[in-house]
DNA sequence: CATGCATCCCGTAGCCACTACGGGATCAAG
DNA sequence: CTTGATCCCGTAGTGGCTACGGGATGCATG
């Protein structure tokens, strides 16, 4: 099994994933991607694994994981650890997250959209906005 | 006009606004909130238009708005300057601001959401949760 | 008046998940 | 060999607070 050329540079697996460069360095850094290989000038070089890493940790973020819940994903991911029942209790505790956020956004949502609602956009003093913000909510 | 008793303490007023102490000493940090008169001692002795503008900003970040928004609306609402519309154009801004999210995050819940059902709670390795990190999004 | 305890003082550092900066080194193409 | 892109590293900044700690004050009792 050849490995192939020499790796990819941190650039490289950065776009593939649609992250930041420095994101990944971040990564590394907090121990949530292993340290690569390096280059004879001190340059990284990944392999496919550290992609499939990134590819993962940027899904579990795009889904609002938090950085240790994701380090916990990782480990269950493992070979050897897959549990199902683990990593669902971590995904519906987010979950739950998510919709308590959402909750209070859809809230928020609806009181601004009401109050804007009832602007006349004129340049008078009177302001349903000014009004809601001054009076005990 | 009388001012009354000498003033309401720290303590007194984030306890009225329902905020942390050490959240009025940063909104006077920050130039939010302006200084007020100190007792012999050094101790703040806050007044009533202190607890007013308090509130004011605890009810515009209760609406989400930022730390700068609320400082241009304060200045909106200062008498000789009010203008519904100057308002109006924040408070829309802020309220797309709010949808967007509140968009990604109904999406978020619903992929999560499907997700986790999908789920049987099983010790196997088998898992929807992981599959869906594991692939291309 | 003395005591004790709650409250307040201030500066600093930590939280989350990045992002930005800057001066120098390295890489790869021509 | 030159050039321009990329990468190196450490540090600091973002938003909006919150926490900590050691000392000073305020106020209500005894």
Same mark, same amino acid.
């Given at each position: 099994m050849v490995t192939g050329p020499?790796?990819?540079?941190i650039g490289r697996i950065a776009a593939a994933a649609g992250v930041n460069l420095e994101t990944v360095r971040y990564y590394e850094r907090i121990g949530l991607m292993p340290p690569p290989d390096r280059t004879e000038g001190g340059h990284r070089a990944y392999d496919a694994a550290h992609v499939r890493r990134l590819a993962?940790?940027?899904?579990a973020r795009a889904l609002g994981f938090g950085i240790e819940d994701i380090r916990t994903l990782l480990a269950?991911?493992?070979?050897?650890? !897959?549990?199902?029942? &683990?990593?669902?209790d971590i995904a519906s505790a987010h979950l739950a997250e998510v919709?308590?956020? #959402?909750?209070? /956004?859809?809230?928020?949502? !609806?009181?601004?959209? &009401?109050?804007?609602?009832?602007?006349?956009?004129?340049?008078?003093?009177?302001?349903?906005? #000014?009004?809601? /913000?001054?009076?005990?909510?």
């Amino acid at each position: 099994m050849v490995t192939g050329p020499r790796g990819l540079s941190i650039g490289r697996i950065a776009a593939a994933a649609g992250v930041n460069l420095e994101t990944v360095r971040y990564y590394e850094r907090i121990g949530l991607m292993p340290p690569p290989d390096r280059t004879e000038g001190g340059h990284r070089a990944y392999d496919a694994a550290h992609v499939r890493r990134l590819a993962f940790i940027r899904h579990a973020r795009a889904l609002g994981f938090g950085i240790e819940d994701i380090r916990t994903l990782l480990a269950l991911a493992a070979p050897g650890h !897959r549990s199902c029942r &683990d990593v669902r209790d971590i995904a519906s505790a987010h979950l739950a997250e998510v919709r308590t956020k #959402l909750a209070q /956004l859809a809230r928020l949502e !609806r009181i601004l959209g &009401d109050t804007v609602d009832r602007c006349s956009g004129a340049a008078t003093p009177a302001c349903p906005v #000014l009004d809601m /913000l001054d009076a005990p909510m």
